[in-house]
């Protein structure tokens, strides 16, 4: 069981809820290599994915590890929604609420949007990435990852490279690497920094040369143009020619360093690609890992069993 009725960031988890979660994660992962990949452990029990922001990837990674629990997993998108006719988000979660939902996933483009579900619905609630504000699963995922194939956390340092103002992976990864006892440093232009970054609580670069043999991972940002209101470096070539990893960085990290991308990469920007599909690129094990976590979360917040009960 964890601590925290919802997970709308990071900070709503203390360290053993965390640790629980990964370490629930790892039987998970063997789950999902069998051949039939299936556990009655949520029967019964109803999941809504309300994402009212694209998402690929993190919507379809919530369905599976929902169905894999034996869950009823529903999709909403913004398209299909009431929204588009003018429902408020906290109509929408009364509404959600008065169905007797047991957990809904939101994605939304404005930050808080998933902490206004969780005051106004008797549901409990994960966030799958709000706005600018926090993707607290992403953080687990990742955590998981580099405990995998690193087989530690304390300690390691995490250079987070490139669009840092417009990013949740970096407002909820910093927080988390903190939470195990790792750190960070945030890489990037000034434009691309928030206008106070050190409030983020990790260190600050803006030369990715300067910082990059230091670093035990490498964790890449993809250029959010559709959030910038503006150019903010003068050219994708000069980008790449100062922040991208290419193959001379990579010879340069640390023997073992990983490369890290919470996708989708821009290949030629953030990283060329080559190096996206070398030895040192974990970027598949985090989707992997993803649905792991995510169902060791849902696991976890509702209490279910292996024997197919529920708490």
């Given at each position: 069981?964890?601590?925290?009725?919802?997970?709308?960031?990071?900070?709503?988890?203390?360290?053993?809820?965390?640790?629980?979660?990964?370490?629930?994660?790892?039987?998970?992962?063997?789950?999902?290599?069998?051949?039939?990949?299936?556990?009655?452990?949520?029967?019964?029990?109803?999941?809504?994915?309300?994402?009212?922001?694209?998402?690929?990837?993190?919507?379809?990674?919530?369905?599976?590890?929902?169905?894999?629990?034996?869950?009823?997993?529903?999709?909403?998108?913004?398209?299909?929604?009431?929204?588009?006719?003018?429902?408020?988000?906290?109509?929408?979660?009364?509404?959600?609420?008065?169905?007797?939902?047991?957990?809904?996933?939101?994605?939304?483009?404005?930050?808080?949007?998933?902490?206004?579900?969780?005051?106004?619905?008797?549901?409990?609630?994960?966030?799958?990435?709000?706005?600018?504000?926090?993707?607290?699963?992403?953080?687990?995922?990742?955590?998981?990852?580099?405990?995998?194939?690193?087989?530690?956390?304390?300690?390691?340092?995490?250079?987070?490279?490139?669009?840092?103002?417009?990013?949740?992976?970096?407002?909820?990864?910093v927080p988390a690497l903190k939470a195990?006892?790792?750190?960070?440093?945030?890489?990037?232009?000034?434009?691309?920094?928030?206008?106070?970054?050190?409030?983020?609580?990790?260190?600050?670069?803006?030369?990715?040369?300067?910082?990059?043999?230091?670093?035990?991972?490498?964790?890449?940002?993809?250029?959010?143009?559709?959030?910038?209101?503006?150019?903010?470096?003068?050219?994708?070539?000069?980008?790449?020619?100062?922040?991208?990893?290419?193959?001379?960085?990579?010879?340069?990290?640390?023997?073992?360093?990983?490369?890290?991308?919470?996708?989708?990469?821009?290949?030629?920007?953030?990283?060329?690609?080559?190096?996206?599909?070398s030895a040192r690129s974990v970027v598949?094990?985090?989707?992997?890992?993803?649905?792991?976590?995510?169902?060791?979360?849902?696991?976890?917040?509702?209490?279910?069993?292996?024997?197919?009960?529920?708490?």
């Amino acid at each position: 069981m964890l601590s925290c009725r919802h997970i709308t960031a990071v900070e709503d988890m203390t360290t053993e809820d965390i640790l629980v979660i990964l370490d629930t994660a790892e039987s998970f992962l063997e789950v999902n290599q069998r051949r039939i990949k299936k556990l009655p452990t949520l029967r019964g029990r109803t999941i809504v994915n309300l994402f009212l922001e694209p998402s690929t990837r993190t919507r379809t990674s919530f369905e599976i590890a929902a169905k894999r629990l034996s869950a009823d997993a529903i999709n909403i998108s913004g398209s299909a929604s009431a929204t588009v006719k003018g429902e408020s988000l906290r109509d929408t979660a009364q509404t959600l609420s008065a169905m007797a939902c047991d957990l809904v996933v939101v994605r939304h483009a404005y930050a808080g949007a998933a902490s206004i579900l969780a005051q106004c619905m008797d549901s409990q609630v994960i966030n799958g990435g709000d706005g600018k504000h926090q993707h607290p699963t992403q953080a687990l995922l990742d955590l998981f990852t580099i405990r995998k194939k690193m087989d530690r956390l304390d300690g390691l340092k995490v250079g987070i490279v490139g669009d840092i103002a417009n990013s949740r992976v970096a407002r909820s990864l910093v927080p988390a690497l903190k939470a195990v006892g790792a750190s960070a440093v945030l890489v990037g232009p000034p434009t691309l920094m928030p206008s106070r970054p050190t409030a983020l609580g990790a260190e600050v670069s803006f030369s990715l040369d300067e910082v990059l043999d230091d670093l035990d991972v490498v964790y890449l940002l993809r250029i959010q143009m559709e959030r910038s209101e503006q150019a903010a470096f003068p050219s994708i070539r000069e980008y790449a020619k100062l922040y991208a990893i290419n193959s001379a960085r990579l010879n340069r990290m640390k023997p073992g360093a990983l490369l890290m991308h919470p996708g989708p990469m821009n290949r030629g920007v953030e990283v060329s690609s080559d190096v996206a599909d070398s030895a040192r690129s974990v970027v598949l094990d985090q989707v992997t890992a993803g649905v792991a976590v995510r169902m060791a979360v849902m696991y976890l917040m509702l209490g279910g069993s292996d024997s197919g009960s529920t708490a």
